[in-house]
């Protein structure tokens, strides 16, 4: 017998989060049933941002207080790595089971189990067929792996973020969100680190000339980079790893982490059977989240869309996941969305890029050295610069920030350009707390 929903989610990450909160907010008796065949919650809070952060938190205050040797502080901290990790896993252990139970409600019901398609209304999980009028494919990104000779010999993120023991050397191929973060992490715990990156440069997705600071400060740790190299080859070496260049370069490691991206998870879906078209960037949308069959909806990571205007974060899939649980009459509009990268120093970005900015002369482009004002100078933030775009009308429109707190002061002008503030609005309407950054941002703004 085929057991009736009004939705079925395939995946409980933030996607699912955002579309069963929605409902409960509303005092919906729709029905939904969430469907997951890993740990519930999905990849931040299991793999990804949230046990990241965890570590970051520990990495952070140990490399301030390296920085700041011989200007006040005698000792520097260091990090028991093994430690730190038993703390993060027992932290982090009860979360599936909550966030399971999260779900659980008069009129949510959730299934661990692998869905597949068996028709554009109806999958099959666990042997038995659940149909629904709504169904959202919601199940994220997974690790790609290159097809490499020794691609076995690799590890993911995944595999990082579990590690007991630290390896003496690690290297990792790919030089984006997850493998700068990484990295910061694993040199902060003592490892030798090596970053290889076949584009010339780290970071694509942020303004060279910020991603170019945060680079020469963590070669300044003693991380080693290696760009315009394209990985070949992971061959084992008795008790250690070789890895190949097709360019020549040969690089001597204990630890291989392949960092080259995440592929749409969709292997398991049968989404033939549904005729629910896709690609290699992943599911296929129209602007209500509604794919090339009605009735059966994407959100998240698992979309093909545009990373200028809606990023694979957790907060943009929750932000659908709430849209498809509306009545979906107009399409859906993504509000301004900031994003960062929490190396050390962090990188942060929200609206026109500086490069977008500097090709064009309806925009003004406005910097500011951070480093001189006391609180950062306070920490040694080294170079630390926030880059303003402004239109032709005065308004914020865009801005870039590299510095230790740059996630942190992004949000800010996330508010600015997401509430349509002046800079007269800002200064009339508000008295921040001195002496930090908002204080500052009077006279940026102006």
């Not at 990985?231 to 490691?253: C, D, I, M, P, Y």
Request: glycine residues 8%.
């Amino acid at each position: 017998m085929t057991k009736k929903f009004d939705y079925i989610v395939l995946g409980s990450g933030p996607a699912a989060y955002g579309l069963t909160t929605a409902l409960k907010e509303t005092g919906s008796t729709k029905t939904a049933l969430i469907v997951d065949n890993d740990l519930f919650g999905g990849t931040c809070p299991n793999y990804g941002c949230e046990p990241k952060i965890f570590l970051e938190g520990a990495v952070r205050n140990v490399l301030i207080a390296r920085q700041l040797q011989g200007r006040g502080l005698q000792q520097s901290a260091t990090i028991d790595w093994s430690t730190l990790m038993a703390t993060k896993k027992a932290t982090f252990a009860p979360y599936p089971a909550n966030a399971q139970a999260a779900f659980n409600t008069d009129y949510v019901q959730t299934l661990q189990g692998t869905a597949s398609f068996v028709d554009s209304q109806t999958v099959q999980v666990n042997g038995q067929s659940y149909r629904a009028d709504k169904i959202v494919i919601a199940t994220g990104v997974k690790a790609h792996q290159l097809a490499i000779p020794g691609q076995e010999l690799t590890h993911s993120s995944n595999d990082v973020l579990d590690l007991a023991d630290l390896p003496q050397r690690v290297t990792f191929i790919g030089g984006g969100y997850v493998s700068m973060e990484l990295a910061t992490v694993l040199n902060a715990a003592g490892a030798e680190v090596t970053i290889i990156e076949h584009a010339p440069s780290a970071l694509g997705a942020f303004y060279k000339g910020h991603v170019d600071v945060v680079v020469s400060q963590m070669k300044a740790r003693g991380i080693k980079f290696h760009f315009g190299q394209s990985v070949n080859g992971v061959k084992r070496q008795e008790s250690a790893f070789q890895v190949t260049t097709a360019e020549g370069l040969q690089v001597e490691t204990d630890y291989v982490v392949d960092a080259t991206g995440r592929t749409p998870n969709v292997d398991r879906l049968n989404l033939a059977a549904a005729g629910v078209a896709n690609d290699r960037q992943g599911i296929l949308v129209d602007d209500h989240l509604q794919t090339n069959v009605a009735g059966i909806y994407a959100a998240g990571d698992v979309v093909k869309k545009d990373p200028t205007i809606a990023p694979r974060l957790t907060p943009v899939a929750q932000f659908e996941g709430a849209y498809l649980a509306g009545e979906m009459a107009a399409p859906i509009a993504y509000p301004v969305t900031g994003t960062g990268s929490f190396t050390f120093p962090q990188i942060a970005q929200v609206g026109v890029s500086v490069d977008a900015a500097v090709q064009d002369d309806q925009y003004r482009v406005k910097k500011l050295a951070l480093q001189p004002d006391f609180a950062y100078a306070g920490t040694n933030d080294q170079n630390a610069e926030l880059i303003g775009i402004f239109d032709r009308d005065g308004r914020l429109v865009g801005a870039s920030e590299v510095s230790q707190t740059a996630t942190d002061d992004m949000n800010h002008l996330v508010s600015v350009i997401g509430l349509g503030l002046t800079a007269k609005d800002f200064q009339e309407r508000q008295i921040m707390i001195f002496p930090t950054l908002a204080t500052k941002l009077k006279e940026f703004l102006a």
